[in-house]
């Protein structure tokens, strides 16, 4: 059953994407917190946690 492990990989790298994405805001707001940042910051750790989820999915199934 290799599609739950692919579809696993490319949800964390997209997560890690938008972890760079709120990476440069940070760098360019000059380390303030903005609300574009919480929302990519978010949006990452959806995006990361249902990688790793399909990932225990697929482990334990």
Known sequence: MQGPS???IVFVAIGVIFIGIALRDYLNA???MTIARKIWLR???IFAGVGIGLFFMQIFL
Do not use: P
């Open 6 to 8: 692919s579809i696993g």
């Open 30 to 32: 000059e380390g303030k």
């Open 43 to 45: 949006i990452a750790f």
